[in-house]
């Protein structure tokens, strides 16, 4: 089904819930035997209301993520946003970089992505990701914004303190 609004989530709904009807989730690389650890709350950030993610993410048992999802369809279904020219964010962080990961369904194993990174600078700003500069990681197919998924905002590859809060997210025009 095609995308007609450009909003994906102006936290304007109660958390976890996101504009577009589905729940922001944090997932760990504890779901593959990794020790990382991490947090997701609704608070206000530099003035602004956030979904917030902190955690340590450590590199110990092959682990290494922290992350926040969210199915841009009800119950995993895919998404048609091909109208669109890619992803919008607003972002506050502690100055590490992070990345914003794509899934369609055309992956199915779990490491497979689409991948564009950011900075989370500690200040708000805006980012565009336009979708022609995700990059397909462990995956041959290209990225297919007809039959998108997921998108998650990762902190990923080496050991740091993760601290970034999303204040809003929006398909570019």
């Known amino acids: 089904m095609p995308i ?7 936290l ?11 729940d922001w989730r944090l997932f760990t690389d504890r779901v593959m035997g ?3 650890d991490g947090t997701m709350v609704r608070v206000m950030v530099a003035g602004r209301p956030a979904i917030r993610m ?15 999802s969210l199915d841009l369809g009800p119950e995993g279904t895919t998404v048609d946003v091909s109208d669109w020219r890619g992803i919008e964010l607003d972002v ?5 970089d992070y990345g914003v990961h794509l899934r369609t369904d055309d992956l199915n194993r779990p490491w497979q992505s689409y991948r564009q990174g950011f900075r989370g600078d500690p200040e708000w700003r805006t980012g565009q990701l336009p979708f022609d500069k995700f ?5 041959d197919v290209p990225l297919n914004t007809r039959r998108l998924r997921r998108i998650g905002v990762v902190a990923i590859g080496r050991a740091f303190s993760a601290d970034v809060s999303v204040g809003g997210l929006r398909f570019m025009t």
């Open 12 to 22: 304007s709904r109660e958390p976890p819930m996101a504009t577009i009807g589905t």
């Open 34 to 36: 990794g020790v990382s």
């Open 92 to 96: 506050f962080g502690n100055g590490e």
């Open 54 to 68: 902190r955690g340590e993410v450590s590199l110990e048992n092959n682990g290494g993520f922290v992350q926040i």
């Open 135 to 139: 990059a397909p990681y462990r995956t």
């Open 4 to 10: 007609t609004s450009p909003i994906i989530d102006d």
